[in-house]
């Protein structure tokens, strides 16, 4: 086989695996862009949600969050989750955006409508209603029982956040999912 034979063969092969993956990671150092990660029993490995901002510090209406993973177990490296991550685990579905607000749920998640919105402080959070009462979202934890790619078998979701109105931390642990 020729040289520019095995170029043309690595360029195909390239393009096909970066479509199974979403190339827009956002290199936000931790602070006020972080808003919760997700965190998971299957390994170190923990799925990052950063709020993404246009230059005059708005939301960014077009990709309001950025999602990506932390690979722990590859010291610390960033890297894109998958299309087939985003579409059928860890990506958001926008239900309303609106000036500094967004409403979304997660894809796998879709019993729990969640809220991106700019505190009085200036910075963007993530909220949600549990028992009533408004948590601001920190992480989330998912309990896996097998180790299957396609339909993996979860027992629960641990939300875990602040109680907005008293400020202490909460954790609510759901058990039921709807298929």
Known sequence: MRKSQVIIILLIL????????????????AGDYNLFEIERSRDADVVMYDVNLDSSGNLDAAKPISIYWKKHTESGRLAAITS???KFGYGIKIQDLRENTVD????????????L?????????????????????TSLYIK????????????????????????????????????
């Not at 894809?107 to 409508?113: A, F």
């Not at 629960?156 to 039921?176: L, W, Y």
């Open 14 to 29: 390239g393009m096909v695996v970066s479509g199974f993956s979403d190339p827009d990671i956002n290199h936000n150092y």
């Open 104 to 115: 979304f749920e997660i894809v796998s998640y879709k019993d729990q409508v969640f809220q």
């Open 144 to 179: 896996f029982e097998d180790d299957s790619f396609w339909f993996p078998t979860v027992s629960r979701v641990e939300v875990q956040g602040i109680d907005t109105d008293r400020g202490s931390q909460v954790s609510e642990t759901i058990t039921a999912f709807t298929k």
């Open 84 to 86: 087939i991550q985003k």
């Open 117 to 137: 919105r700019k505190t009085f402080g200036g910075r963007y959070r993530v909220f949600t209603s549990s028992q009533g009462k408004e948590i601001e979202v």
